[in-house]
């Protein structure tokens, strides 16, 4: 795996740089697609085949993410989320069942539980990276536990191997990792199931949708045949999440345009861990073999409630990587490490639309922001 090239700010200081504010120039957007030509002539041969629908450009991106992942083609839908649920259903989960996911993550691990008829049992994180914590997993294992989620969050792969001591199905959620690795193989290989997504600001996009991916073809077929209601012999409930060949001819172009995505991503997360080391306003993120970058995610010690609209005046968009740990929205306690992640992470603007003097900006506003509100 080599590393990524630097890009082209090693002779810029600060001086360099005219401030800018977002009246002037524009917001420093947080996130936001790559897009280009190349998407464009995707869609309009799309639309000029008069085939919009599920079809060859689905079947062609299922192939092209499994054979990047090398794995058999997976299955394309309308969503993450819709993957999600689909991986359970596929693993038998279902009422009653226990499934084991992280407390600081976004609510769709939690929304694809309760579509399952599942009972969400939440685990606490390391503090630093925001991933699944190993011991308190064990700590929360019952007789009715039937799955663990696991998900390489920010682009920092998690502890797979020992999620799967327990001999659990486990699910990689490798919505924020794709092109991540581990022990020399890509994240989303370890566990029985995986799932990625391709919202609008994830690492490629289709704008909305997702995958699931796996080695067994009995889940895969499984989840095939609930994936579309229509035409079927049987009844059974079953759901409408396909994705479009409109989704999915704009996701082949994407993802062959992964590799340099992630160079850029690594290149900028260089300037930003160069430019913000000798603070000490923040804790910069661990940067471990392996990891890519899809967030830049600081600790500070102010709260990022107070930094977030402050740095928006100075025209720099940040936000809060995960807006509310889940186990806030359970209204449970006993998550000190999602706590003090949500409590201490900020993450700065990261995309590969990001241009030098913009990212500049954003660490001259981060460290002027952070000493005004240190006063």
């Not at 504010?21 to 085949?49: F, W």
């Not at 990276?129 to 390489?152: C, E, F, Q, W, Y």
């Not at 806030?328 to 409590?343: K, N, R, T, V």
């Not at 603007?349 to 913009?358: F, N, Q, V, W």
């Amino acid at each position: 795996m080599s590393s990524a090239p630097a890009i082209e700010v090693a002779n810029c200081s600060s001086d360099d740089v005219s401030p800018r504010s977002s009246t002037e120039c524009g917001l420093v957007r947080h996130s936001r697609p790559a897009l280009d030509e190349a998407e464009n002539q995707a869609l309009r041969g799309v639309l000029a085949s008069g085939h919009l629908v599920q079809g060859p450009q689905v079947a062609a991106f299922e192939e092209e993410v499994g054979r990047f992942l090398t794995v058999p083609p997976g299955v394309a839908t309308s969503s993450g989320t819709a993957a999600l649920h689909l991986a359970l259903l596929s693993l038998g989960v279902g009422p009653g069942d226990e499934v084991l996911l992280p407390a600081y993550v976004c609510s769709a691990p939690l929304l694809a539980v309760s579509h399952a008829g599942a009972v969400p049992v939440l685990v606490d994180v390391e503090p630093v990276t925001g991933n699944m914590d190993p011991l308190d997993l064990k700590k929360r294992l019952t007789r009715r536990s039937k799955a663990i989620i696991v998900v390489h969050l920010f682009g920092m792969p998690a502890a797979v191997k020992e999620s799967l001591a327990p001999g659990l199905p486990v699910i990689e959620d490798c919505a924020q990792a794709l092109g991540a690795w581990q022990q020399e193989r890509k994240v989303g290989t370890f566990g029985d199931l995986a799932v990625c997504s391709f919202y609008a600001t994830k690492l490629i996009t289709t704008g909305e949708g997702g995958m699931l991916l796996g080695r067994d073809p009995s889940l895969l077929q499984r989840a095939r045949d609930l994936r579309e209601y229509d035409k079927k012999d049987t009844f059974a409930v079953r759901f409408n999440y396909k994705m479009t060949d409109i989704q999915a001819a704009m996701g082949r172009v994407q993802l062959r345009k992964l590799g340099r995505f992630l160079s850029r991503r690594e290149a900028l997360a260089e300037v930003y861990t160069a430019r913000l080391a000798a603070s000490s306003r923040c804790i910069l993120p661990p940067h471990t073999q392996g990891r890519i970058y899809y967030r830049y995610v600081v600790s500070v010690p102010q709260s990022p409630a107070v930094l977030i609209p402050r740095l928006f005046d100075r025209g720099v968009e940040a936000a809060r990587p995960v807006y509310r740990p889940l186990h806030h929205y359970l209204e449970q306690e006993g998550y000190p490490g999602a706590d003090e992640a949500w409590s201490a992470h900020l993450s700065l603007p990261l995309h590969p639309s990001l241009g030098p003097e913009e990212i500049l900006e954003v660490c001259r506003a981060f460290q002027e922001t952070t000493e005004e509100t240190s006063r």
